[in-house]
């Protein structure tokens, strides 16, 4: 008996509970983002096969892109899930069915230029001695939810460049 895609570790991960992600492993900065799916495939790569995606995203008054790796065949069961997880999601806020079967580059297609709404991570690691930075997904809700998440950027905290200098009137401070 075949083994379906959608089940990891004998669970229908269709079907299981999918927790939006907090944590993130930079080109876009981490935050909600409304959006949409411009290309998807699935990808044999350095590392293994995986659904590669290039993502449209809204910041500000324009459009940036950024691209994401979901690896569902990821000989880790708790990568692997996770990625599952997210497709799940992208088919669903996208108002599509699930492919019966695993992906194809043919099946992927109807996600394509649906709106929706990414919570990008942003990921930096060394990885065969080549330093590797870019977007992961942490989650995808609709367009609507990701404007009322997304937060302003977050300014840079500037450093002083010497300490404050100490009054002789903070000796009359009461503590």
């Known amino acids: 008996m ?34 949409l799916v411009d290309k998807i ?11 590669r995606a290039t993502l449209s995203c809204k910041v500000g008054n324009d459009m940036k892109k950024t691209s994401i790796s ?21 088919f669903r806020v996208a108002g599509k069915d699930l492919p019966r079967d695993e992906p194809s580059d043919q099946n992927l297609q109807a996600i394509v230029g649906k709106k929706m709404g990414f919570k990008l991570g942003v990921y930096d690691m060394e990885m065969d001695g080549k330093q590797l930075t ?3 997904l942490q989650y995808v809700g609709t367009s609507q939810e990701a404007k009322e998440k997304a937060t302003a950027p977050k300014e840079e905290v500037k450093k002083p460049s010497a300490p404050p200098a100490i009054s002789e009137q903070d000796d009359d401070i009461p503590w």
Do not use: H
């Not at 991960?13 to 900065?29: A, G, M, R, W």
């Not at 495939?41 to 659904?51: A, L, N, Q």
């Open 134 to 136: 870019g977007n992961w």
């Open 70 to 90: 979901l690896k569902c065949w990821d000989q880790d069961t708790k990568k692997r899930k996770r990625a599952i997880q997210m497709l799940v999601l992208l």
């Open 41 to 51: 495939e699935v990808k044999d790569g350095d590392y293994g096969k995986s659904i």
């Open 2 to 35: 075949a083994v379906s895609f959608w089940n990891v570790d004998g669970e229908d991960v269709t079907k299981s509970e999918i927790k939006e992600q907090d944590n993130s492993f930079k080109p876009l900065p981490e935050n909600w983002y409304q959006g």
